[in-house]
């Protein structure tokens, strides 16, 4: 029971309260933690950069679906797409 008390009680030093409300508060801004994170079949978590509104103080706003991508596959820029197409339509000619 000893035990039980004294563990509590060295939790508790972490607790917020009235004298370290401010520093929490400013903790918590200057440090976010982002829980966002997808998990393959393997168990490999695949975690997403911080968001723009932590990095530049803005709020951000939902464009489409933010998840919507296959994981593991980085997505193709434009100029590999166009590559990509002109490869294509030139294999049809031969």
């Not at 409300?21 to 933690?33: G, M, S, T």
């Not at 168990?43 to 994981?71: C, I, M, S």
Request: hydrophobic share 30%; no cysteine.
């Amino acid at each position: 029971l000893l035990f039980k008390v004294r563990d509590a009680i060295s939790r508790s030093r972490d607790f917020v309260n009235e004298e370290n409300l401010e520093a929490k508060i400013l903790e918590a801004l200057e440090h976010p933690k982002v829980y966002d994170f997808a998990i393959d079949r393997q168990g490999k978590k695949y975690y997403d950069p911080a968001p723009v509104k932590y990095q530049e103080g803005v709020p951000t706003r939902q464009k489409g679906r933010l998840f919507d991508r296959t994981l593991g596959v980085p997505k193709a820029s434009e100029l590999e797409e166009d590559k990509h197409s002109e490869e294509l339509s030139e294999a049809s000619k031969i």
